[in-house]
């Protein structure tokens, strides 16, 4: 009986067939859950929380490496986009910046 062989040890008669688990060999973990993107309990796992971003829009902020001022224009979830003095703008992580105290 070859046609019923798909249920055999995790691969099947077809190589990436039906696991004895009741999922597809490949991709899902032991629970049947999908590997990527889900928990063990069959959810979504959540976003990592970030640390709050300690500059405001329109801040003055000093360039770590350059040691230039740069005008804080828009904040993101882990970056900083901040005026370059050329009026170009670029992203910057918030360790590379330091606030200017009395501007």
Same mark, same amino acid.
């Given at each position: ?23 597809? $060999? ?8 999908? $590997? ?12 990592? +929380?970030?640390?709050? #971003? ?5 801040? #003055? ?10 005008? +804080? #224009? ?27 105290? $009395?501007?």
């Amino acid at each position: 009986m070859a046609y019923n062989n798909y249920n055999n040890n995790n691969r099947g008669g077809y190589g990436r067939g039906y696991n004895d688990r009741g999922g597809y $060999g490949r991709g899902y973990n032991d629970r049947g859950g999908y $590997g990527r993107g889900y928990d063990d309990r069959g959810g979504y796992e959540p976003a990592p +929380v970030l640390p709050p #971003i300690p500059f405001e829009i329109g801040q #003055i902020v000093r360039h770590r490496a350059t040691n230039q001022e740069l005008s +804080v #224009i828009r904040i993101g979830r882990e970056q900083v986009e901040c005026r370059l003095p050329d009026l170009s703008s670029q992203w910057f992580y918030v360790h590379e910046l330091d606030a200017v105290e $009395g501007k």
